[in-house]
């Protein structure tokens, strides 16, 4: 075996379960306020109908027609993901475009550098659209999340001027920017095709997974079985949403120096091992060709990663 697989095999796994062990306390973490809302109106008491789960089989089957649909993995669910990103694009596509810049990186690595650094170039090249897709992701949510409040307050006032709930959220697709516009419109549409605008309501939830908007679902659901004053709650949502964004801000602006602590520390190493590499080959050779230089790598990079997570959990503050 060669001796430079064995620190990035190791690196790769231990990531592998840095990720695993992430996503998993942030399940835990965020999940159980949304768990309790889904009890509240009755969501996680509704089982799939063998219509439902035949109909789905069907949808899978159909849209699993090419090569690469058949080579894509399937571990996550990468549709979901997509349509939270509102990306134009099918998962077997990017996997498509992973792979050949993939081999275009693995190209320029050995043109480039050595053979040595082949599986690191193509293992980044790889990772780039994926990187694009999370970034995406990440910044439709946000700008989602930074616009609710708004919503929030114009639905309240078409309802105090004697509109309808579904009046109100065409005010919001007709008079705000996408993402939220998107949604709303979609819910509104949705519900004038006979959707019930509770399940529409619950759809959008899980095409933008954000605790706020749940409140706001879970809030509709309950005025329309027991009454109530909505214009007020949804008023008291939007001033807690704000409330909140505001205290973030201080709070993004308290650990700032936290976290490009944390990038420069993270980034100085690798840029110097890259430097290295690049100036002076032989110099480095020595952590994957020696024994002790093997040792060393993989201790450097398990070191970096619990200190990056350790880092993250400090400057991270939930509001």
């Not at 008491?45 to 027609?65: F, G, I, N, P, W």
């Not at 999370?134 to 946000?142: H, I, P, V």
């Not at 509770?198 to 899980?206: P, R």
């Amino acid at each position: 075996m060669n001796p430079m697989l064995l620190p990035l095999l190791v690196g790769g796994l231990v990531v592998a379960m840095v990720v695993m062990l992430y996503v998993a306390l942030r399940r835990n973490e965020d999940g159980r306020a949304a768990d309790r809302l889904d009890q509240l109106v009755g969501r996680n008491t509704r089982k799939d109908s063998s219509a439902d789960m035949l109909l789905k089989q069907a949808m899978q089957e159909v849209d699993k027609k090419t090569l690469m649909d058949r080579l894509t993995p399937e571990v996550f669910n990468l549709t979901k993901v997509f349509e939270q990103a509102d990306c134009n694009i099918k998962p077997s596509a990017l996997f498509g475009i992973s792979v050949g810049l993939a081999v275009l990186g693995a190209a320029l690595s050995i043109w480039l550098v050595n053979l040595y650094v082949l599986p690191l170039g193509a293992l980044l090249f790889f990772a780039l659209p994926w990187l694009w897709l999370y970034t995406k992701r990440a910044g439709r949510l946000k700008a989602f999340a930074a616009q609710l409040s708004d919503a929030m307050e114009l639905v309240a006032r078409a309802l105090r001027a004697g509109h309808s709930l579904a009046a109100g959220m065409h005010v919001v697709a007709e008079e705000m920017p996408a993402p939220i516009s998107k949604e709303f419109g979609r819910v509104y549409e949705e519900q004038n095709l006979g959707i019930p605008l509770e399940e529409a309501l619950k759809g959008m939830c899980d095409r933008v997974p954000n605790l706020d908007l749940r409140f706001f679902v879970t809030s509709v659901a309950i005025q329309r079985q027991t009454g109530g004053d909505l214009a007020e709650i949804l008023d008291r949502i939007g001033h807690v949403i704000r409330e909140r964004f505001k205290i973030l801000g201080q709070v993004k602006a308290l650990t700032a120096e936290g976290r490009l602590s944390g990038v420069v520390l993270i980034a100085l190493p690798i840029g110097l091992f890259m430097m290295m590499l690049w100036m002076k080959p032989d110099y480095v050779e020595l952590l994957w060709k020696d024994p002790m230089g093997v040792k060393m790598s993989i201790g450097a990079i398990v070191l970096m990663l619990i200190g990056s997570y350790a880092i993250k959990k400090i400057v991270d503050i939930k509001v």
